[in-house]
């Protein structure tokens, strides 16, 4: 919250002594406030207390009593988020409607920000259907609602309609900005390579791995959900790439899949390498299935050694870029890593065992260490969705890619 602008709309509700508090918590986490209230609400709680406590001036209304003209559009720019509490329904009435017709909803209509709302009022009114049709629209406007509680009323009954407390709705705010920073910036572009590859022997035939991609497939949709577009150069599997940030390019051999590479290497800000690429390929493609012969007992396969396509593009890593590689080991793990961290010049690699059940090719689950030069950090067995957020906001928070 520390140096966040939040606007605070308080409608006409008894609800309204929240408020108060409400910005004296905001402030307390380190965000600067400005308040609109309603006609209605000075008469529940008085702008001179909510401008103390703000320490900015309360608007009421387009103009101020010596004529200053108020602009909304200016204000709704400003902040970062807008939080209304309490919303009463006449106030949730015209905010699901567009009815323009105070300084607080025009205010609204004029905001770029994220929106909550926190209704206050009696149990039938916040149970009846037209106030619940309200809420949907607003849900659907993208508008995030914090959830009245049960107690006692103004009215003396006990049911939903309280306003939530105003340390909750700060722990809603924080979250938001937490999960908010742990997003890219604008235009950040990743490239992840997944799945295995397939080096033709002869038309029926190739030398492949048992990858399924899963793992590759998944750090490419955390990060699209994270906000970067992502170039996915995908080897031979079942699966489907569902994000629209996501651009896909299938390839089937290495020498593809490093041609595929290159076109978008120097464009991207970081790079994770999780394919399974095959380290050798047949020093001769066959145009003809190749068939054995009548009293042959062996047959000799000549492999030439394909591209390291980590390596290759390492070797030009720009200064802002961050490489990252994975290691599927079956012993001498860590050193094996570490190996590879320094030859193929990555920032980190990802290391899983191959003889850790759970772990590897082919399962929906997988166990990580992360090994940068200064750091091992080990994820325990999770699925792969969850281990790619996990790491993908790990990524986020250690490395520098949201510096300006």
């Known amino acids: 919250m520390q140096g966040k602008k939040i606007l605070l709309g308080v409608s006409g509700s008894i609800a309204a002594y929240k408020s108060a508090v409400l910005v004296r918590e905001l402030i307390k ?10 006609d209605s609400a000075t008469a529940f709680i008085g702008k001179v207390t909510m401008a103390n406590l703000s320490k900015n001036e309360v608007i009421s209304d387009f103009t101020s009593e010596n004529g200053t003209w108020h602009n909304h559009v200016d204000l709704g720019l400003w902040a970062d988020a807008f939080i209304i509490a309490p919303a009463t329904a006449n106030t949730i009435a015209k905010m699901a409607n567009g009815i323009s017709d105070n300084f607080l909803i025009a205010t609204y209509l004029s905001a770029r920000c994220k929106v909550f709302v926190a209704p206050a009022m009696d149990v039938d009114m916040y149970k009846h259907p037209a106030f619940l049709q309200n809420i949907d629209t607003l849900n659907r406007h ?3 609602i914090i959830e009245s509680n049960f107690g006692e009323l103004a009215s003396g009954l006990i049911g939903d309609g309280r306003m939530a407390e105003p340390h909750e709705i700060v722990e809603k705010l924080s979250a938001f900005f937490l999960a908010d920073s742990l997003k890219f910036k604008l235009g950040f572009t990743a490239l992840i390579t997944a799945g295995p590859t397939r080096e033709n022997l002869d038309p029926v035939r190739f030398l492949s791995n048992y990858s399924t991609g899963k793992m590759g497939y998944a750090l490419a949709e955390a990060l699209a959900e994270k906000g970067a577009k992502v170039f996915l ?3 031979p599997v079942q699966l489907n790439a569902k994000h629209k ?4 390019v299938n390839i089937n051999s290495a020498n593809e899949m490093l041609h595929a590479c290159e076109k978008v290497i120097d464009t991207v800000d970081l790079a994770i390498f999780a394919a399974a690429v095959a380290d050798f390929a047949p020093a ?5 299935k190749i068939k054995k012969q009548e009293g042959e007992n062996e047959f000799v396969l000549k492999l030439i050694k394909n591209p390291d396509i980590a390596a290759t593009l390492g070797s030009k890593k720009k200064s802002n870029q961050v490489f990252i590689g994975f290691a599927l080991e079956t012993n001498n793990e860590l050193e094996n890593a570490k190996k590879k961290l320094i030859s193929k010049n990555f920032d980190a690699v990802l290391l899983n065992s191959a003889s850790v059940e759970g772990a590897g090719f082919g399962v929906d689950t997988n166990v990580i260490t992360f090994i940068s030069k200064s750091t091992e950090i080990s ?3 999770m699925s792969k969705q969850k281990l790619a957020n996990e790491l993908i906001q790990f990524f986020i928070k250690n490395f520098s890619f949201n510096e300006n």
């Open 29 to 38: 986490a380190g965000a600067e406030v400005k308040v609109i209230m309603t």
């Open 379 to 381: 994820f325990p067995l």
């Open 284 to 288: 001769e493609v066959h145009s003809q």
């Open 245 to 248: 940030n996501i651009n896909l």
């Open 142 to 144: 993208n508008c995030t």
């Open 233 to 235: 150069i995908s080897g």
